[in-house]
């Protein structure tokens, strides 16, 4: 019966660290930032893409940083956001 448990237990790890490794990150250029509300409205837009998981903006250095699940979004689709808020984004590093 030890046994079960223990095998039960390594079961349930394994979809929680799947899913740790299937997130991704990925750093964007963004321009036309030029007042303390464009990061806010930078974030609000790539966090309503689907599967992003966190935006970190950096109004100083112009990037945005965004954790996604690459199964649901795409670097694409987080561009796009930012984009058609005003601020257009290209991934940089990728």
């Given at each position: ?18 899913v740790a490794v299937a997130e991704k990150t990925q750093t964007f250029a963004i321009e036309n ?62």
């Amino acid at each position: 019966m030890i046994a079960l448990s223990l095998v039960s237990s390594a079961s349930a790890q394994s979809p929680s660290e799947a899913v740790a490794v299937a997130e991704k990150t990925q750093t964007f250029a963004i321009e036309n930032m030029s007042c303390a509300s464009c990061p806010i409205t930078v974030r609000l837009a790539m966090e309503g893409v689907a599967g992003v998981k966190s935006v970190k903006v950096d109004f100083e250095a112009k990037t945005a940083t965004v954790v996604y699940d690459p199964s649901t979004a795409t670097v694409a689709a987080i561009a796009a956001a930012s984009t058609d808020a005003g601020y257009p984004a290209k991934a940089i590093g990728s």
